[in-house]
């Protein structure tokens, strides 16, 4: 029997409308509860408190339903036991009963036919149906039959069981990512629901879906493992800014928007790397041995003083007093043996000071003439040394053998005078001018700013260092006392008020005296911390997430391991990268290389196969440049042809050429990208005036250029790579950089080459 098409369509139209419906109401719910929770008020801490959760919640719920407005039904399951459930981004419950749901969430186990079942596996389904809309009209459906003993027909039927997935690949690229909610396939989504413990290994070659599906497991895992993850949040590591400005809309497309995106430079609270390091330079910064190296610069700032040199300090009453080599020495060895961090060592380094010489002190004034003991008393010797401990003298001289330094002043001071502590040829790489600090902070400025390299050595000086709060948690210490005393007041006044007046009652009258006291009460009015979990943890450095995420996870150098790794104590990460493109120099491009010294092979590795951006075609022409260094060299398959070849072309002036190209190429639709060697970028941009580029190119614009490293992760529908000879030869994994380069094309791919002798004419 078959259904007439267009009642298939109105249908599906009739359920999509009834579910926005839904989503309407629903918003327009949480849009009145805020307004009436702002509105109301309240004069309490704790009605505040209530008010301030409670708007949090209906926030962050409005958030997910104008994230999910776009495609929030996309398909249907129709089981052999007569079930029938719609799928979609977000779980949308009835009006009537909320325990029936109108959309089934795409994370949700009676979802995952959608994705897994097959002709050979149907996993009790009789038909699969996707759903395509454009804004909130349904535009097209597509069935697949998968028990052929229902005769039931839509007219829908497809043979291609791919039509969607191909159709999606074909359509035009708007410069920001989108969701593969619609298309994931199966292989994807074994490794999107895999177990969230432990470290998971996502390796795979261009245009396998590496990211997609590294933001969609972040999505199922907060869906799955809602309270832990949550509370701990999931952090997710891309490659540079302009790559996480093209994810950005991703989760929040997924009815997520508590995850922290942030690049290797973002790592550090307070810091946002936006200087560059030469390639010799990052090498150098990411390698392990700068633990040691940084663990060693710390102990050269703590110091004695030179042989038969001692430190004079002037005692106003008593002369001078002398501080030793012999006496700095003894407190250094005791501090040490501390093994606590340099700034928490340091009180314990003062104390031995000031007792040596509150020692020197005591012998001096209270000698005994005739050889006796002592004459001052304990309640003496204890108001010395507190002379001694507030002397501005010995408070000078501490500091000079042992100060308190930040993480930002000792990577200053290494990378001002790396001399010594790396070899000198290496040493001249990373020496940044102590000239271009900012003044008072040694935090660079300008062209010498912190660069991402620069990061871990941050992270490395912070947990090196330790910060010493003492000061911090006596002076909160102090303020929670005042709050507590206050707080007794209060209920005196209220307990005092409450006996008055009810003091000829035979009865007793509990009041909040009776039932609370004042630590408690105090509590009540302590100002709470309402940002959400993501939030704290970006200005946190010692946060512990519940998930990490890091894409591109070959270019982090081992330096930036050592930072990532603290932030994820249980080890529970998806690793996502290709060593094949590994472009950093510091990169270590290995996956044992990376795990071995945190987890051993203690890690799951899975491969994902199938390329699904890169034609068949520009995939072939890529791989010859692999296969010049790894004969053996095998791409992932392409699922799809465009018959359009790879176009190649040399000119005498290459902007001229490169201009005429993307005038050529250029669509209505779509976005073209011209990727350069950095070094040929200003002369490119003065031909290419309607392109963006620089540090954060604007994704969305209809021309980019970019050098290979910004073009990493990401995809257009049209890709003029320019000169690829200085792309290979400009530095340690210009091959890799050159296969990226060659790659991000989902349509069309050209090369313009400059012709021998010609060199490129500055912008």
Known sequence: MSIDESEAVRTEQRFVSGVYARLDL????????????LRAGGTSAQARLERDVFVAEQSGLLAAYDACDHKLCFGRLVFRDGRDHRIGRIGIRDDDDERTPLVVDWRADVARPFYLATGHTPMGLA??????TEG???TALHDEILDLRDGTRSGHEGRDADAVLLAALDSARTGRMSDIVQTVQAE????IRAPHQGVLVVEGGPGTGKTAVALHRAAYLLYAHRELLARRAVLVVGPNPAFLGYIGEVLPSLGETGVLLASPGELFPGVRATGTDTPEAAEIKGRAAMAGVLARFVRDRQTVPPTGEPVEIDHEDHGTLLLTRDMAEDARWDARGTGLPHNLAR????????????????????ADPYGGPNLLDPSDVAQLGKEVAASDAVHAAIDGLWPVLTPRELVARFLADPFGHLPDGEAEFVRRDPADARPGT????????WTPADVPLLDEAAELLGEDDSAARAAAARERAERVAYAQGVLDVAHA?????FEDEESEVLGVADVIDAERFAERHEEADHRSAAERAAADRTWAFGHVIVDEAQEL???AWRLLMRRVPTRSMTLVGDPAQTGDAAGCGSWREILAPYVGDRYEQVTLGVNYRTPAEVMEYAAEVRRAVEPGFRPPRSVRSTGLPPWEETADDLPAAVAAAVAREARDEGRLAVVAPASHLAALAGALPAASWGAEPDLTRPVVLLDPRQAKGLEFDTVVVVDPEAIRAAGPHGVNDLYVALTRATQRLGVVRPAAGTALRPA
């Open 26 to 37: 629903l918003r327009e719910r949480a849009e009145a509860a805020v307004r009436d929770a």
């Open 127 to 132: 038909r699969r149906r996707h759903i395509t």
């Open 136 to 138: 909130r009209r349904v």
């Open 188 to 191: 994807q989504d074994r490794v």
């Open 347 to 366: 009180p314990r380094f003062a104390t031995r000071i000031v007792d040596a010489l509150t020692a020197q002190l005591v012998d001096r004034i209270g």
């Open 442 to 449: 040694g935090a660079p400025t300008g062209a010498d700013a």
């Open 497 to 501: 008020s409450r006996t008055y007046e």
């Open 557 to 559: 150098s081992a330096m």
